[in-house]
DNA sequence: AGAATGCTTCGATAAGGAACGAACTATGCG
DNA sequence: CGCATAGTTCGTTCCTTATCGAAGCATTCT
């Protein structure tokens, strides 16, 4: 009965259905509001605001106040690791629940993780930019290749402003056991996908769904 | 309130406090009997067998029957992997209940996980074998380079036998923030160490010390 | 100021599940 | 065959905690 951290705590804040849903949904990466998480978790407003302050508590999550509202976050890319590690086991073991569908393919194709992209396209792009020195990748570490600031730029990334959180992060995904790139690199680059509509969200739903075109596009410019 | 892998079941395995002891000890990569267990976890054996049989159901357990005796362990490295990534968040978030002590400072150099070597001494081997191209990483993919077979043949470990389970796998370290070995390589090498008595187990605990000597030769072997 | 929205706190209820002792099954030993 | 050890099942007790309605704060809008 030894005595380390306390992860019976926070597994255990990730074992109520109602916290897990919302927790489940703060992985889309936008923050929420304590209504919207009721809604997601099926649960009444008060009994969400007590899941919410318990899972403050707990350090899961971050709170933005802005005016009246409050927006709910996850607290970093750890707690957003552990949530996705979790998932992967639940998927393995889980009896099957939902039959692969065409929804859980499109999450294997590309999905919403935290802030960045995820899945087989967010693998292959990282991959690709490894092989062309745009990255240089030594296991978990990612730094920037002497090309990447001139490469980023002519998309509209600046590379060169630095920000608390770190540029590059390899983030581990559970579909393809392989990583993605996370980061504040990764979230520019996620911007950029919607923000340019070569891919859209696909409702109440983490996938990403790339148009035709826009696949073409993205490929053009992270898998050329 | 969509419906995903059901990850608050399984969250919910690891967040009661006897059932997460028990984990933790089996983190020590050895099975385990239900009568230990219960020690471990601090509770009386009829409590052990309800939350073992529960663990079981939830394929978070293997279960080998030898005689009158039965064998729990962990069933895989993606159990094993969520366990840690837990901790991670729980020793990141948590309220430092215990100062960080010459033992914490132990399991950061060098400790068991699951069935293999972690910690910085781990970290450093990993990489010191890709420097010299006995192993070769492309993600989280190794594979096993050219000189691979001859190299730990020297050291008495057979790298050509071909098992169910991948021979080499890079795992996540949550002291450090790398990888390191994991698969059945990574289990051979920790097994040499153990077995050439380089190093001892803390008892009661995943730590793993090294002797002077032992670190000398276990030095020369992997990171010359 | 007054009304309306967004959210939290309070209080009561109810359900889930963790705990143990006692009884039961199974394997091994003399 | 009996006794001992290892483990599970059963039944009961008890405590934790999830839940919601109602009431209380706070912020913005008119």
Redesign the pocket.
Known sequence: MREGPDIARIA?LVG???RANMLNALMGGTAL????LALEAG????????????LMEGGLLTLAS?????YYGLAGPQVAGMIEAITGVAEAVGPKRVRPGPRDGAMRVARVCYDHLAGEQAVAMLDRLVEKDILLRDDREIRLGPSAPSHFAAIGIDVDAKPRRPVCRACLDWSVRRSHLAGTLGAAILDKILLEKWARREKDSRAVIFSPPGKQAFEKVFLA
Do not use: F, I, Y
């Not at 509001?33 to 919207?36: H, I, P, V």
């Not at 009994?47 to 919410?52: E, G, I, V």
């Open positions: 255990s109520d259905p109602a509001t304590a209504s919207e649960v009444s407003l008060p009994t969400a605001s007590s899941h919410l302050s318990k802005q005016g009246r509202h409050r």
